[in-house]
C-alpha cells in the first residue's frame, strides 16, 4: 500500500486509545457501505484485516452481505 493509500487509510479511521478497534472501524465500515464505496472498503480490508474480519459480526446481514458480494477474497 502506498503512502497516499495509507494516509487516506488513516483519515477515515482515528485510532483510539488501544489503537484501531471495532469501536473506530464499525462506522468507517458502515460510511463505505453507505456510499457505495468498494475501493474505500478494499483499503480498509487491507489495511485492517483481523480488525476488519472481526468487525464484520456486529454489521447487519446486508451489510455483510454488500461486503461478500464487492470483496472477493
Not at 12 to 32: C, D, H, S, W, Y
Amino acid at each position: 500500500m502506498s503512502d497516499k493509500q495509507t494516509k487516506q487509510v488513516d483519515e477515515m479511521v482515528e485510532p483510539g486509545r488501544f489503537g484501531v478497534t471495532n469501536k473506530q472501524l464499525i462506522p468507517a465500515i458502515k460510511g463505505a457501505i453507505a456510499a457505495g464505496d468498494v475501493k474505500r472498503l478494499s483499503m480498509l480490508k487491507e489495511h485492517y484485516l483481523y480488525t476488519f474480519a472481526n468487525s464484520q459480526r456486529y454489521l447487519k446481514k446486508t451489510e455483510r452481505q454488500y461486503i461478500a458480494d464487492h470483496l472477493k477474497s
